[in-house]
Nanobody, 113 residues
């Protein structure tokens, strides 16, 4: 649908960093709770981080202290700063909005050991 577009995935060594971006149309982004999910091969899609329109954040235990979710309302863009990456972070990362239920196409993150 093109309402949410992720970018920034790449191949990185363990311990490295990446920043993912999710560009949304303004009508979706405003006053909306936005999520980052990920899905590793053979596993269910899991919630990684969430940010409310007021900037409140929540994280999966597996990424706390390493990942930071943020949003720029002027640009209708959400970010996921990922530090100290581990091989188990390898997955396709998706952005999602709570209000309309849209999903992006995903961006691949691969962490080599």
């Amino acid at each position: 649908q093109g309402q949410l577009v992720e970018s920034g995935g790449d191949l990185v060594q363990a311990g490295g960093s990446l920043r993912l971006s999710c560009a949304a149309s303004g009508s979706i982004f405003a006053s909306n709770i936005m999520d980052w999910y990920r899905q590793a091969p053979g596993k269910q899609r899991e919630l990684v981080a969430r940010i409310t329109s007021g900037g409140r954040t929540n994280y999966a235990d597996s990424v706390k202290g390493r990942f930071t979710i943020s949003r720029d309302d002027d640009k209708s863009t959400m970010y996921l700063q990922m530090n100290s990456l581990k091989p188990e972070d390898t997955a396709v990362y998706y952005c999602h909005d709570m209000l309309y239920g849209y999903w992006g196409q995903g961006t691949q993150v691969t962490v080599s050991s």
